[in-house]
């Protein structure tokens, strides 16, 4: 990891054991205890920031998001260079 960050955090006996165990079980090694709560992390603050704009949006029509969604999209795509046709796989 790059631009590491050391945290000091606590955890219930039990969360620890059931981590460790879940790492060993998994061919995961001490290291990867770091790379595990990051992900965790990431996945959490996104399943919370998902929450916060659904709960946000709930009194918004369907359409008026879906047309945001389709403008977005659309600005997107006209930034970006045009694609290249994807290659067809040749059988052998």
Do not use: C
């Not at 770091?34 to 949006?57: G, I, P, Q, Y």
């Amino acid at each position: 990891m790059e631009d590491s960050i050391r945290w000091t955090i606590k955890v219930s006996r039990g969360t620890d054991i059931s981590l460790r165990s879940y790492l060993a079980q998994h061919g995961m090694k001490k290291g990867d205890l770091s790379k595990f709560v990051e992900e965790a992390v990431r996945w959490r603050v996104l399943d919370k920031t998902v929450a916060e704009v659904r709960e946000r949006n709930a009194n918004v029509p369907d359409e008026e998001i879906e047309a945001a969604i389709d403008e977005a999209l659309a600005a997107v795509r006209a930034e970006r260079p045009a694609e290249m046709p994807a290659k067809r796989l040749r059988k052998k």
